[in-house]
T-cell receptor, first 110, second 116 residues
Framework: GQQLNQSPQSMFIQEGEDVSMNCTSS?????WLWYKQDPGEGPVLLIA?????ELTSNGRLTAQFGITRKDSFLNISASIPSDVGIYFC??????????FGKGTRLSVIA | GAVVSQHPSWVICKSGTSVKIECRSL??????MFWYRQFPKQSLMLMAT?????????EQGVEKDKFLINHASLTLSTLTVTSAHPEDSSFYIC????????????FGSGTRLTVV
């Protein structure tokens, strides 16, 4: 099925550093979502974006819905060890199922 | 908030047997549920969409006779992997939605299926 282009695929960072990851699509979406998945668990919603240009924060996380509606980014500030996991972007239009990116695997070195 | 309970969390079965995975919405009515499959280090791939009281819609390449989906009530959907083979070993995740739009896309905790 359709997938989003998510980058980077993986990141190794030092604790305290900021992180940035993004997703792009050839299709327009009405909603962008960012999820985090821990090993052996289902994804958990971090941030939901509903309008082009929207910038939303959730604690140390900030995400933006691109103006073109074809991209979004997620920033994590001052990373901590518990930020380790796989981050997925997901796009949605109308009532269609979510389309997922391939994920960004984040490792934090204490 | 919305909670989706998925059971079992892991299961090991012999080749040729069938396995049923349950997905329940605990505090909301899920008009639509989704079943995903995830291979190691890969993204979630949608297998099928099920609407309460109607037949599931399967994605291209997913065998509907092998992956039986039943969504008999607004709080329960089941996925049965029939005549399982080792290549069916994977992580299966359900997601439930209440209403329209993105709101209520809550995921279960997943089921690790190993077929030996």
């Amino acid at each position: 099925g359709q997938q989003l282009n998510q980058s980077p695929q993986s990141m190794f960072i030092q604790e305290g550093e900021d992180v940035s990851m993004n997703c792009t699509s050839s299709s327009i979406f009405n909603t962008w979502l960012w999820y985090k998945q821990d090993p052996g668990e289902g994804p958990v919603l971090l941030i939901a974006l509903y309008k082009a240009g929207e910038l939303t924060s959730n604690g140390r996380l900030t995400a933006q819905f691109g103006i073109t509606r074809k991209d979004s980014f997620l920033n994590i500030s001052a990373s901590i060890p518990s930020d380790v996991g796989i981050y997925f972007c997901a796009g949605q239009s109308g009532n269609t199922p979510l389309v997922f990116g391939k994920g960004t695997r984040l490792s934090v070195i204490a | 908030g919305a909670v989706v309970s998925q059971h079992p969390s892991w299961v090991i079965c012999k080749s040729g047997t069938s396995v049923k995975i349950e997905c329940r919405s605990l505090d909301f009515q899920a008009t639509t549920m989704f079943w995903y499959r995830q291979f190691p280090k890969q993204s979630l791939m949608l297998m099928a969409t099920s609407n309460e009281g109607s037949k599931a819609t399967y994605e291209q390449g997913v065998e509907k006779d092998k992956f039986l989906i039943n969504h008999a009530s607004l709080t329960l959907s089941t996925l049965t992997v029939t005549s399982a083979h080792p290549e069916d070993s994977s992580f299966y995740i359900c997601s439930a939605r209440s209403g329209t739009g993105h709101y209520g896309y809550t995921f279960g905790s997943g089921t690790r299926l190993t077929v030996v």
